[in-house]
């Protein structure tokens, strides 16, 4: 796979594999991503779930909630214009870098040597600063997943769309 531009993106929603909007990182309309590797965030933060519509948000609060655990990807411009347009920045969401610890390298390496179980890299990170006050007092997860046992699922944008309800 050919990148000109290369960025990193840790993703930690409904992004990751396995979950509503994964789909999205392989449709070449939108740009390339490869999946590199699964790792965690080397500070906490608040990893939350709100909104009418069950969405995840990492709020940009350094040292409160967990080491919240994703996947870093590789993406060419393309798909890191399509990202920050899904993401909505910089109104919803904000794209900064952040360090992460490595818990599984799988994908290449260009001509570096191939990060280790708990070396530290970091990639562009989709948090936001612009949060609900009553935010960061919500439950906070180390791990996403839609369909996990906090019983709220992921509303996707389509289904969103054929109720007319889309913010």
Not at 35 to 53: E, K, M, V, W
Not at 91 to 99: A, I
Request: glycine share 8%; aromatic share 12%; charged share 25%.
């Amino acid at each position: 796979m050919s990148f000109l531009h290369m960025a990193r993106v840790f993703v930690y929603g409904t992004l990751k594999r396995g979950q509503p909007n994964n789909y999205r990182m392989f449709d070449t309309s939108n740009g390339k991503a490869e999946f590199l590797a699964s790792a965690r965030t080397t500070q906490t933060y608040p990893l939350i779930i709100t909104t009418q519509h069950n969405i995840p948000f990492l709020l940009n609060i350094p040292g409160k909630g967990h080491k919240v655990r994703g996947e870093i990807y590789k993406v060419d411009d393309k798909m890191l214009e399509f990202l920050d347009d899904f993401e909505s920045v910089p109104q919803m969401y904000q794209r900064t870098l952040v360090n992460l610890e490595v818990e599984e390298w799988v994908g290449e390496t260009m001509g570096e040597e191939r990060p280790t179980a708990g070396s530290i890299t970091e990639a562009f990170v989709y948090s936001t600063t612009t949060y609900q006050p009553d935010w960061p007092s919500l439950p906070c997860y180390e791990s996403y997943d839609s369909h996990g046992d906090h019983g709220l699922e992921y509303e996707t944008r389509e289904s969103r769309e054929r109720r007319g309800n889309v913010e």
